[in-house]
């Protein structure tokens, strides 16, 4: 599998990552097991996970993800070296009940004791990405495009955040720092108080799909400029861009089936854009799983694609989107439809 330089560090990231929020959920140990060895057999060695992981979180399911990943390493000695790890801490924006009464901040007192945990459940000394989730103030993501200032609701500083962040990296507990679901001005801000101890952030983890283009604007340019390498999610929206849901269907044991609050990728405009976007693939030829996943690993400021598995099989079959180049008369068509249906999922 082609690899791609993360930021500015000397690691180096396969084009396609593998994510885990469905892990002690949707997925048991033995099944997240599973994907992660073949994952290695398959070239794959980005792990990306969560503290709050599995997806939708509960207080019953918290860290379970972390804990499957941590129970695979303490059973494969040696596989460590081989992946690049990657873990996030929740912050006020997507605090729960569950997760420090729901008040945890970016500040030094929640990371510190994030990442003890994080490193306790995953049975390792050190994660090589550690990320914030999202920021600590109101922004205009998840769905929402309009902004709306709302100051009263900022959390810690971004100074603030980076100095635990520097004082992880100096403990040897974090190599490298990352953002999720920033802003332009947010990831601007971050690069602008890097430097001495405060660590330079090296990746931004984002939604970025066919139904998405919305990075596109604004960050694309900052991740080309300042290099920092993008790790999308949600890159087949949630399995829309599959085709699975077109005309009403809802499969059994899909996403979108399990789980009625995900209404993000289930706008009026989303299916017919979808439509589309399937029937296209299959006109070139195509599967639309793998048109999703190479329009998105094509892109000059992704460093990685995450791709989401709740079978070894499905795992298998995502992986060869890697080898999927798309042509100039299919990019163009794809222009078309997104042009005619701009961003129905933001």
Not at 73 to 83: E, H, N
Not at 179 to 196: D, I, K
């Amino acid at each position: 599998m082609d690899t791609r330089r993360l930021g500015t560090t000397d690691l180096r990231v396969g084009v396609i990552g593998l994510g885990t929020m469905t892990w002690g959920s949707q997925n048991t140990e033995a099944e997240g097991h599973a994907q992660l060895d073949r994952a290695l057999d398959l070239g794959i060695n980005l792990i990306d996970a969560a503290e709050m992981y599995p997806v939708p979180p509960t207080g019953e399911t918290f860290g379970r993800t972390e804990e499957i990943i941590g129970s695979w390493l303490a059973s494969r000695p040696g596989v460590r070296s081989r992946i690049v790890l990657a873990t996030k801490v929740t912050g006020q924006m997507n605090a729960l009940p569950h997760v420090r009464d729901g008040k945890g901040r970016l500040d030094r007192r929640t990371i510190a004791g994030a990442i003890d945990a994080s490193l306790k459940r995953l049975r390792t000394d050190y994660v090589d990405l550690y990320q914030t989730h999202s920021p600590d103030r109101a922004v205009n993501a998840f769905g929402r495009l309009g902004y709306v200032h709302e100051p009263a609701r900022d959390g810690a500083a971004i100074e603030e955040t980076l100095d635990a962040m520097g004082e992880l990296v100096k403990a040897g507990k974090v190599r490298h720092v990352g953002v999720s679901n920033e802003t332009p001005w947010g990831l601007a801000r971050h690069l602008t108080l890097a430097g001495g101890a405060r660590p330079r952030v090296q990746t931004i983890q984002n939604p970025y799909s066919l139904l998405n283009r919305t990075f596109e604007v604004g960050l694309a340019e900052m991740c080309m400029r300042d290099n920092v390498g993008l790790l999308t999610y949600s890159t087949l929206a949630m399995g829309v861009l599959a085709g699975k849901y077109l005309n009403g269907a809802r499969p059994q044991g899909c996403r979108l089936t399990m789980y009625e609050r995900f209404k993000r990728y289930s706008t009026p405009r989303a299916e017919p854009a979808a439509a589309a976007y399937v029937a296209l693939a299959r006109r070139h030829g195509i599967d639309p799983v793998h048109m999703a996943f190479a329009f998105a690993a094509r892109q000059p400021f992704v460093a990685s694609v995450l791709i989401g598995n709740s079978q070894v099989a499905q795992l298998e079959h995502n992986v060869r989107a890697a080898e999927v180049t798309l042509s100039a008369e299919l990019l163009k068509e794809i222009d078309a439809i997104h042009h005619g249906n701009p961003n129905p999922c933001p």
